[in-house]
Every structure is written in C-alpha cells, then in structure tokens.
C-alpha cells in the first residue's frame, strides 16, 4: 500500500510562491495519473492540477498561468509551484494518485494561507 505525504505549505503574503512536494513511499509509476486537489472549508474539494504517466498536464482555469504541475519519477515524487499567490488560493492541498485499476490514494494534506 503506498503512502502520499504533502509538505511545503506555510503561510504567503500575497503574490508570493510556494512549492509543495508530493513524496510517495512507492513507485509513482503505479499511478496512471496524478493530482493536487484543494479545499475550502464548507466547500466541495476542488481538482487544482492533473498530470498523466506520459507528462501530459491540466489545470483549474482558476490557477492556469500561475500553477505548474510537475513529477520526477525517479523521487517518487510530484510537486506543485505555485507562483502570483492570491487569498484565494487559501486552502488544504491534498496530493492524489490514480491507479490504473482506478483505485484513488490520497495524502492528508498540506495547508496553504496566502495573506498580508
């Protein structure tokens, strides 16, 4: 069973990056894709970001230009930067894995507060 640990958060004023990590204790090439999800308290989790086995990346219209997704399979790793950060871009950052039997992994979290 692999396990999905985020770090990197913190607080940010606005305008200001962040890079989180998205460390796995296994091989990442389980996983058909990839994901950063956040949530807002009271609000429905929210797909930020996407990146497929091949490299191939999506995102929020919300964070499109400012937001990259990135993996190094080598690390075991995913990772989010986050650049141009808003207030609104307060949230919990949840790292996700799919694999290819469509089973879903998650990590517990990272939280993220962009204010001056």
């Not at 389980?30 to 970001?49: C, D, I, S």
């Not at 499109?64 to 949230?91: C, H, V």
């Not at 996700?96 to 089973?103: L, R, V």
Request: with cysteine.
């Amino acid at each position: 069973q692999v396990q999905l640990v985020e770090s990197g958060g913190g607080l940010v004023q606005p305008g200001g990056s962040l890079r989180l990590s998205c460390a796995a204790s296994g091989s990442i090439f389980r996983f058909n894709a990839m994901h950063w999800y956040r949530q807002v308290p009271g609000k429905e989790r929210e797909l930020v970001a996407r990146i497929s086995s091949g490299g191939s990346t999506n995102y929020a219209d919300s964070v499109k230009g400012r937001f990259t997704i990135s993996r190094d399979n080598a690390k075991n790793t995913m990772y989010l930067q986050m650049n141009s950060l808003k207030p609104e871009d307060t949230a919990v950052y949840y790292c996700n894995g799919k694999d290819y039997s469509g089973m879903d992994y998650w990590g517990k979290g990272t939280l993220v507060t962009v204010s001056s």
